[in-house]
């Protein structure tokens, strides 16, 4: 039986896996209305507002001033301000569960990372949960031969590099709450950061569209910002209580629960022989990656 120390950080990877799921889906309706770049200003802020929120009662001002908080401020350079431009951009050329599925690639990324810097064991379990999620998600975004690309090549590159950038995030993050254990204070330092360069890289742009601001688009992905404060302030827990090569595979599952939501919730997408052998492959996987904490 699982001791509740080892079992903290599966339930806070699995909780933000699901939150991301419903991240995106939301993002997805709002590419309807507004363009990925904006969209992204729109999502990075809301979530930088619920952190500003939270000020008073959760930040610790000794904390604030450590060194090791720079480290937070340098993954904001890059995400999600970077890796979210990637991943809408991405989305919006191959669909959400396509371009999540090559994104949450990042465990194969995240490991070598895990291993090499911080110095994480990988046990056998983990390393075949991982492994038979990432065979999972490839099999998931595969077409059939005969399948007409609607998409260019490149494209690829969009949801891979995303998955590069969100790797080296959540080693750094492992890295800076080794020195500065505060899930909150890293999520606010990383989003605020992120707020800013995204915010002026948008009001730079001279070729996007107005915004409107009473519009659906922006609802969408203001809900879709709140939804990953809380996505990443479970994922900086997992982090603090758990390893990079335990806790980024479960999160990178979360492509299952967007082919559940958008087969059930949005219907976009039908249930398939594939998605079935896909869901059997990553639930066995994912209790084996817990029963290996």
Same mark, same amino acid.
């Given at each position: 039986?699982?001791?509740?120390s %080892?079992?903290l950080?599966?339930l806070?990877a699995?909780?933000?896996?699901l939150?991301?799921?419903?991240?995106?889906?939301?993002?997805?309706?709002?590419?309807a209305y507004?363009?990925?770049?904006?969209g992204?200003?729109?999502s990075?802020?809301?979530s930088?507002?619920?952190?500003?929120?939270?000020?008073?009662?959760?930040?610790?001002l000794?904390?604030l001033?450590h060194?090791?908080?720079?480290i937070?401020?340098?993954?904001g350079?890059? /995400?999600p301000?970077?890796?979210?431009?990637?991943?809408?951009?991405?989305m /919006?050329?191959?669909?959400?569960?396509?371009a999540?599925?090559?994104?949450?690639?990042?465990?194969?990324f995240?490991?070598?990372?895990?291993?090499?810097?911080l &110095?994480?064991a990988?046990t056998?379990?983990?390393g075949?949960?991982t492994?038979v999620?990432?065979?999972a998600?490839?099999?998931?975004?595969k077409?059939?031969?005969?399948?007409?690309?609607?998409?260019?090549?490149?494209?690829?590159l969009?949801?891979?590099?995303a998955?590069?950038?969100?790797?080296?995030?959540?080693?750094l993050?492992?890295?800076g709450?080794?020195?500065?254990p505060d899930p909150y204070?890293a999520?606010l330092?990383?989003?605020?950061?992120s707020?800013?360069i995204? %915010?002026?890289?948008?009001?730079?742009r !001279?070729?996007?569209?107005?915004?409107a601001?009473?519009?659906p688009?922006v609802g969408?992905?203001?809900?879709? &910002?709140?939804l990953?404060?809380l996505a990443?302030?479970?994922?900086?827990?997992a982090?603090?209580?758990?390893?990079?090569v335990?806790?980024?595979?479960?999160?990178?599952?979360s492509?299952?629960?967007?082919?559940l939501?958008?087969?059930?919730?949005?219907?976009?997408?039908r249930i %398939?022989p !594939?998605t079935?052998?896909?869901?059997?492959m990553?639930?066995p996987a994912?209790?084996?990656?817990?029963?290996?904490?």
């Open positions: 039986m699982l001791e509740s %080892t079992l950080p599966v806070l699995l909780a933000s896996a939150l991301f799921a419903f991240g995106d889906q939301f993002q997805n309706q709002g590419l507004l363009d990925s770049r904006a992204a200003a729109i990075i802020g809301a930088t507002l619920f952190f500003l929120a939270l000020t008073p009662w959760w930040l610790d000794d904390a001033f060194p090791a908080v720079l937070f401020a340098l993954i350079l890059f /995400r301000s970077l890796s979210i431009n990637l991943a809408l951009a991405g /919006r050329h191959m669909g959400p569960t396509l999540t599925t090559l994104t949450s690639t990042s465990p194969l995240a490991t070598a990372m895990g291993l090499l810097w &110095g994480e990988l056998v379990e983990t075949v949960g492994l999620i990432v065979v998600i490839m099999i998931l975004a077409r059939d031969g005969g399948a007409q690309s609607d998409w260019p090549v490149w494209a690829l969009l949801p891979l590099g998955a590069l950038i969100r790797s080296g995030g959540h080693v993050s492992k890295f709450m080794n020195h500065v204070l999520s330092v990383t989003f605020a950061v707020a800013v995204t %915010t002026a890289i948008h009001r730079l !001279r070729d996007g569209a107005p915004v601001w009473y519009g688009g969408w992905f203001v809900a879709a &910002g709140f990953f404060s990443v302030m479970a994922l900086n827990g982090l603090l209580l758990g390893t990079v335990q806790v980024v595979p479960l999160v990178s599952a492509p299952i629960f967007i082919m939501m958008s087969v059930f919730v949005f219907r976009r997408e %398939t !594939r079935f052998a896909v869901v059997f990553v639930v994912v209790m084996l990656i817990a029963l290996a904490g």
